[in-house]
């Protein structure tokens, strides 16, 4: 066969029309069983008695307080890993120092260390009977069970995202334009707000929203070190996950849909900043 024909090129693209008909086919079978089955189950359950009984489950003082703790779980931990994102791919990517590779591993850590067991860490660290759990109860400082666990908890899941969107997508971009600027005069903060952040925004963005989707959603850390106490360190997945063992099962639909709403909008703005990340690497080459 000749491949330099563009027609057989363009052909071969294609593939079988057979081949091309089960890929399609099995691809809405697999997406429609993993992911329209379940959103449809989630909705169904949450309206099956009305939306008055679904509006009373989200608005209960509990699945208000879970909210407000999830919302402030996320909103702390967002921010530093928004910094130390940007600080770890900034070294990582414009600098070569010793030690450089390890850090790059660390920054890997959370994704190969099961939630429950960096929890488990964190009781052994701040707990009663922890490493530091007498030193904290002597200055009556409470981590563990509290708000500050949750928060620690989250960071660890979540840090790894921000970084690691950052760092092959600033090593791709090279040191070149920083390099111009500081012969121009630039100092450091010139260079990284006019040159730096607008070469990495929309891949900056993408990794915020990754972010922000864990943290809603962590939970397997944030159960070890919440104490489950209802109203008090329960976030909205710990939330839905008591009602559901209560067999209220409506109420934790009702409160799992607002997971739900947070997770498709999360995809929506996720969808546009890959585009705009595309749009701007195929500008980036045209150049």
């Given amino acids: 066969m000749n491949t330099s024909n563009p027609s057989s090129l363009s052909a071969a693209r294609r593939g079988s029309?057979?081949?091309?008909?089960?890929?399609?086919?099995?691809?809405?079978?697999?997406?429609?069983?993993?992911?329209?089955?379940?959103?449809?189950?989630?909705?169904?359950?949450?309206?099956?008695?009305?939306?008055g009984t679904f509006f009373s489950a989200i608005i209960e003082p509990d699945a208000l307080s879970a909210l407000k703790l999830t919302l402030i779980a996320t909103g702390i931990s967002l921010p530093l890993n928004v910094v130390f994102g940007v600080a770890a791919a900034w070294c990582v990517s414009k600098y070569e120092f010793r030690g450089k590779s390890i850090l790059v591993t660390l920054i890997d850590l959370p994704f190969s260390v099961s939630p429950v067991i960096a929890g488990l860490v964190y009781v052994l660290l701040f707990g009663a009977q922890g490493l530091l759990g007498p030193w904290l109860q002597d200055h009556d400082i409470q981590i563990i069970f509290a708000v500050p666990g949750i928060v620690l908890a989250t960071l660890f899941v979540t840090f790894p995202f921000?970084?690691?969107?950052?760092?092959?997508?600033?090593?791709?971009?090279?040191?070149?334009?920083?390099?111009?600027?500081?012969?121009?005069?630039?100092?450091?903060?010139?260079?990284?707000?006019?040159?730096?952040?607008?070469?990495?925004?929309?891949?900056?963005?993408?990794?915020?929203?990754?972010?922000?989707?864990?943290?809603?959603?962590?939970?397997?850390?944030?159960?070890?070190?919440?104490?489950?106490?209802?109203?008090?360190?329960?976030?909205?997945?710990?939330?839905?996950?008591?009602?559901?063992?209560?067999y209220n099962h409506v109420a934790a639909f009702s409160v799992a849909s607002l997971l739900l709403a947070l997770a498709l909008l999360t995809l929506l703005l996720k969808q546009w900043s890959e585009s705009r990340l595309a749009n701007q690497n195929s500008t980036q080459e045209t150049h």
């Avoid at 890929?23 to 949450?46: D, H, K, M, N």
């Fill in 17 to 51: 029309p057979w081949g091309r008909r089960i890929l399609i086919t099995a691809t809405w079978i697999v997406f429609t069983l993993f992911l329209l089955l379940p959103l449809y189950i989630v909705l169904s359950e949450a309206l099956k008695e009305g939306f």
């Fill in 162 to 246: 921000v970084a690691r969107e950052l760092i092959p997508l600033m090593q791709e971009q090279g040191t070149q334009e920083e390099e111009a600027a500081r012969l121009l005069g630039a100092n450091g903060w010139q260079m990284f707000w006019h040159v730096t952040l607008p070469n990495i925004k929309w891949g900056l963005i993408y990794g915020v929203l990754l972010c922000n989707a864990r943290a809603m959603g962590e939970f397997g850390a944030v159960s070890v070190v919440s104490g489950h106490i209802r109203g008090v360190t329960n976030t909205l997945p710990l939330h839905v996950e008591i009602l559901y063992n209560e």
